[in-house]
């Protein structure tokens, strides 16, 4: 498989992931400089790393099936991705860059557990949208803009889950 990371999408993941937990922050009183550095760093890094080559991954397993199988298939497989591990990663993101580091245990997955679980319904959608109607070449983009406005989900879930 050809590994993929481009310019775009390390611009594309910096700007896009690092604004959604801007706004969060934001609306949580919780800004802090450090935490914005750091969130472009990860969305310029991590994220626009590895999600377009899974994204690619997703079609490459994908290639030889067809109909409501394919489909269902890629979308399980990005809801898969965007698990209670990688959302409890990226609470671990925000709280490493907040200096926070007295609140990184376990409970981040118990957090991010049932913030998965609430976020099913709304997350199969999107997936579905973005796995299935989008060229592969956008599906970093919209999976970013999605996960932009899911980070604000994210950073207010450990409030309602917690």
């Known amino acids: 498989m050809k590994i993929s990371y481009t310019k775009s999408n390390i611009l594309r993941g910096a700007i896009i992931y690092s604004a959604g937990d801007t706004i969060a922050s934001l609306l949580l009183d919780e800004f802090m400089w450090s935490r914005f550095f750091g969130m472009i760093f990860i969305g310029a890094t991590v994220y626009a790393f590895e999600i377009p080559n899974y994204f690619h991954w997703i079609d490459k397993k994908t290639k030889t099936l067809s109909g409501i199988l394919k489909t269902l298939t890629k979308t399980a497989l ?85």
């Open 78 to 162: 990005a809801i898969l991705y965007f698990n209670p591990i990688w959302i409890a990663r990226h609470l671990f993101f925000i709280k490493l860059f907040s200096g926070h580091l007295q609140d990184i245990s376990t409970n981040l997955l118990i957090v991010a557990f049932w913030s998965f679980l609430v976020n099913i319904p709304i997350s199969f959608v999107a997936n579905y949208i973005i796995q299935n109607k989008f060229h592969l070449k956008w599906r970093f983009l919209a999976s970013a803009i999605f996960s932009g406005l899911m980070a604000i989900y994210y950073a207010f879930s450990e409030n309602i889950f917690n």
